[in-house]
């Protein structure tokens, strides 16, 4: 599989400094520090019909948790990536995964944070942020990613097929896999930042790869996200408008009245119309683009 050589140039810096895995199971429920949940909004998916559950992923330096739900007595249905927010895959992002997998999906939503903590025992987000998220490298994110496909294909899906999409931290790493996976078919970033500070973990951010992209990208983002500037979402639309032919194809949708996290039905920030309407529009660029 070709990848992009800025994050390949770095695995072998993650790789000597690897850690343990930390987190070696998923748990059950939702993260502490989204508590309490809204438990008037939150969706539950069944998993009849699927096949889901915890699994192990083999990756560059041992074995990375996940959870994967796929339809049953479906041969090679196509694969999506799905990636976490900051609290990790917890059951709002499992239920996600549910969801999708009862479309024919075969869905992989890889704990991402597996080598730097376990966000979903954490209670502070600041905390979470500060000890976990900034210091997992963005070249340790995309080969966990190219291992989930990997093992995918072994599985018997239809790797061919692939998209990814993921929330807020998800959202990021959305648009810098569609700058690094050639075989990406379509990628959607929910509210994901755009521009951020270069560092050892994050030498590079969406603004600056809209010529590397692979796969055309639909951002979904809320006019009300006081975590995202408007001016970089504007930004970033001018530059895809500017860009190369996937740069062009691709897409950002901005809901005027939506908060950050609108799609995140078991918090406050949750938006029905504009969830909704991310999703369809969602499932319509899988189709659009061949997943």
Known sequence: MNTRPEFDSLLPRYVQDRRSFLVTTLGAGFALATQPVMAQTAIHTAATGLLEGEVRVPVVDGEMVAYRARPAGVERPPVVLLVSE??????YIRDTARRLAKLGYFVVAPELFARQGNPQAVASVAE???KITARTPDAQVMSDLDASVRWAAT???DTGR?????????GRISWLYAAHN???????AWYGRLV???NQFTPRHPSELVDALKAPVLGLYGGLDSGIPLETVDAMEAALKAGGSLAKSSEIVLYDNAPHAFHADYRPSYRKEEAEDGWR?????FRQNGV
């Not at 900051?86 to 059951?91: A, K, N, S, W």
Request: proline share 3%; net charge negative; aromatic share 12%.
């Open 86 to 91: 900051i609290f990790g895959v917890h059951e």
């Open 196 to 198: 951020g500070t270069a």
């Open 155 to 157: 599985e018997g899906a």
């Open 128 to 130: 979470i942020l500060e």
């Open 182 to 188: 050639p075989g990406l078919k379509a990628a959607v």
């Open 162 to 170: 692939l998209a990814i999409t993921g929330f807020c931290w998800g």
């Open 281 to 285: 529009r969602m499932l319509a660029w």
